[in-house]
């Protein structure tokens, strides 16, 4: 199944052990938003290290749609000249967020707040995912949505000509629904008030307060209450967008399954909303050192040396989950070379990403020659210990690049070589993924056709 354009075929071998310094590419969450609210700011924002993934290309092109001018001025370096809260400009084509879910559900935030129509469209994979977690608290503001049965895309939305203050309880962990909520409460009067039972990632909140919008947090019984002052004057900021840790996690994987492994990966968040994976896999026994500790564009970072390890199997707390969302394919493809049972419970988000993860990992999981369990919020993997996944079959990627990735870090430790049947889908937030990898010396090639 490809999303736009020809399936690549993906093989990946056991080889020998992975070495020297993984560079991932900038942090996906960020570069969206620093896009998104250079936009909304009256001025010229700069942004450097800029995820230049398709989904991040695609939020680019769509805030030219409203209005905004969107330069690339050299690799990661853009300049986005804005329009200023209240200025967006209603577009005149079709807003096609490709395989972001991020993109259009933030887009969709900060739009229904202005009186102007905008029609959004994806991907077969974004046309599957519900939208109407966020068109359900953007219809408070007075915005209304058409879409298609079950509120999926594609899906116009009227903003609202006199919106009014929300304050939300979002009933499911999201920064997408939450950070819908903040864009849209950018453009409303008064105070917009947004509850979150467990904490999320946080780069909505920190973003909005560097570029002057009065945010503030604390937390209260129901959990974290977040409170944003309505119609501010956003002003332009230099963003330096931090390495993404969701992209790291995959050469940190490999390292950590390939015997005699041992790499340099550099920059990587360490925010706490983020970084649940590395706990787990230190839980786990993984040889991870985090390095040099600082603050890079607002955020946390530490360099990490990443050496194999004999892990084991261990459960994951469904608390954790919101931490490391993104990481469950990749760790369940970890955790089928650890000795004993990884049990990740609490993640039916999970069946609501660019796949169905749950069922992604698990079917090839088991094409793979791995034990697994699974229910509508757990997936169990039971590990074969190191060098003991057979391997040897072709894996669905279903147009979602995490799913892609995951089962060529297993490839890597397996006996025998797995194949993606498309690794295109990569390109939406790793497209050096292929190149990063062979530097340390990965045997992942692209199959004849
Ligand atoms: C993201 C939030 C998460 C995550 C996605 C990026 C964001 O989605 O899975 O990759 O940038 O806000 P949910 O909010 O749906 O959990």
Redesign the pocket.
Known sequence: MSGHGEAIVMVARRGGALSGVAEVPGD??IS??ALILGALSVGETRVTGLLEGQDVLDTAKAMRAFGAEVVRQGPGAWLVRGVGVGGLAEPSQVIDCGNS??GA??IMGCMATSPITATFTGDASLRKRPMG?VTEPLALFGAEAYGRRGGRLPMTVVGAADPVPVRYTTP????????AVLLAGLNAPGETVVIEREP??D??ERMLRGFGAEVSVEDVPEGRLIRLVGQPELRPQVVAVPRDP?SAAFPVCAALIVPDSDIFVPGISQNPTRNGLFTTLVEMGADIAFENPRTEGGEPVADLRVKFSALRGVEVPPARA?SM??EYPVLAAVAACAEGRTVMRGVR?LR??ESDRIDAMARGLEACGVRVEEDEDTLIVHGMGPGGVPGGATCASHIDHRIAMAFLVLGLASRRPVTVDDGSPIATSFPAFEALMAGLGADIRRAMP
């Open positions: 996906k969450s969206h938003r879910g991020t559900r933030l977690r499911i962990p999201s920064a997408q629904v939450k950070s999320t990632r780069h909505s969701s919101a969302i993104d988000e609501v990403k």
